[in-house]
């Protein structure tokens, strides 16, 4: 495996082979991303992951100072998984003031887009400039950031870009915690609370799947429960997967998804339902 900080140095490593997965992170690294640079592997000969934390995805007030580097054990992990590390520095990245800048589609001002002004265009942004970097034939994403893979989604879609957007599913600890880098964020009593955020979405789903149409009485129920529990709701919704527009009815597929704050620590989760059959999709 070959640890590669600049972009000339990526594409001359890249220039002669045939097909490329990728798989963009922040670093800080669990099992989750580990099974997407597992599952990249089905879609390219060579395999390349990013680690680079990126500020244009960040509002003033956000983690990005305090988001942890941890470069050396990253690697560790990616190690026989992934053939090429792409770690750049911030100047490699951004060598001016960026400002041109990828504009989401309208629903990125939304959900999560509601709560950090400017993150998905920031995402959208540094995503498409590692496309064009790595050129990758296929690129993985998971579906814990939903409303993400949505926007890369639509974004690779209406600007052409000749890159497959594979959706890896949310890998969850036994208690059905969504992993994620930000858990590590969370006091042992916090971390027991957590998993409330799942129970309430597979509760929201069971509804649904057994003929309850409410969705404004579910969404009120459950973000109801949470800030009964300390939460700090950002939101609660059931939208439609193809257009993660508020639910109707008819839509046959559905996503739950949910974000609130345990503390200093923002949690995010979904849960897809198939209406008409009643299975997870």
Same mark, same amino acid.
Not at 92 to 107: A, H, K, N, R, T
Not at 128 to 154: E, M, S, T
């Given at each position: 495996?070959?640890?590669?900080?600049?972009?000339? /140095?990526?594409?001359?490593?890249?220039?002669?082979?045939?097909?490329?997965?990728?798989?963009?992170?922040?670093?800080?690294?669990?099992?989750?991303?580990?099974?997407?640079?597992?599952?990249?592997?089905?879609?390219?000969?060579?395999?390349?992951?990013?680690?680079?934390?990126?500020?244009?995805?960040?509002?003033?007030?956000?983690?990005?100072?305090?988001?942890?580097?941890?470069?050396?054990?990253?690697?560790?992990?990616?190690?026989?998984?992934?053939?090429?590390?792409? $770690?750049?520095?911030?100047?490699?990245?951004?060598?001016?003031?960026?400002?041109?800048?990828?504009?989401?589609?309208?629903?990125?001002?939304?959900?999560?887009?509601?709560?950090?002004?400017?993150?998905?265009?920031?995402?959208?942004?540094?995503?498409?400039?590692?496309?064009?970097?790595?050129?990758?034939?296929?690129?993985?994403?998971?579906?814990?950031?939903?409303?993400?893979?949505?926007?890369?989604?639509?974004?690779?879609?209406?600007?052409?870009?000749?890159?497959?957007?594979?959706?890896?599913?949310?890998?969850?600890?036994?208690?059905?915690? $969504?992993?994620?880098?930000?858990? +590590?964020?969370? %006091?042992?009593? /916090?971390?027991?609370?957590?998993?409330?955020?799942?129970?309430?979405?597979?509760?929201?789903?069971?509804?649904?799947?057994?003929?309850?149409?409410?969705?404004?009485?579910?969404?009120?129920?459950?973000?109801?429960?949470?800030?009964?529990?300390?939460?700090?709701?950002?939101?609660? %919704?059931?939208? $439609?997967?193809?257009?993660?527009?508020?639910?109707?009815?008819?839509?046959? +597929?559905?996503?739950?998804?949910?974000? +609130?704050?345990?503390?200093?620590?923002?949690?995010?989760?979904?849960?897809?339902?198939?209406?008409?059959?009643?299975?997870?999709?």
């Amino acid at each position: 495996m070959q640890i590669i900080s600049t972009t000339p /140095e990526l594409r001359d490593r890249l220039k002669s082979e045939p097909s490329v997965a990728f798989v963009p992170t922040m670093g800080n690294l669990h099992e989750g991303h580990v099974a997407l640079v597992r599952q990249a592997r089905e879609h390219g000969r060579c395999v390349v992951a990013s680690i680079f934390v990126n500020p244009i995805q960040f509002g003033p007030s956000e983690d990005f100072n305090q988001y942890p580097r941890t470069l050396e054990a990253d690697c560790a992990k990616l190690e026989g998984l992934a053939d090429v590390v792409f $770690a750049p520095m911030v100047d490699e990245l951004y060598p001016e003031s960026q400002q041109v800048f990828v504009e989401p589609p309208p629903v990125a001002a939304e959900l999560c887009g509601a709560f950090r002004p400017g993150h998905f265009r920031g995402v959208a942004t540094v995503v498409l400039k590692l496309f064009n970097i790595v050129q990758p034939q296929a690129a993985v994403f998971g579906k814990k950031d939903y409303q993400q893979l949505h926007v890369i989604r639509a974004m690779a879609r209406q600007l052409n870009l000749p890159v497959e957007i594979v959706a890896g599913e949310t890998l969850r600890a036994a208690d059905g915690l $969504a992993l994620s880098s930000r858990n +590590g964020y969370l %006091s042992g009593e /916090e971390r027991a609370e957590a998993i409330r955020l799942y129970r309430n979405l597979v509760r929201m789903k069971e509804s649904i799947v057994a003929g309850g149409g409410d969705y404004a009485a579910l969404e009120h129920a459950a973000a109801a429960d949470l800030e009964a529990h300390g939460w700090r709701v950002d939101y609660v %919704s059931v939208r $439609a997967v193809e257009s993660l527009l508020p639910a109707k009815a008819g839509d046959a +597929g559905l996503v739950v998804l949910a974000a +609130g704050w345990l503390g200093h620590t923002r949690l995010i989760d979904n849960v897809e339902v198939c209406v008409s059959s009643g299975r997870s999709l």
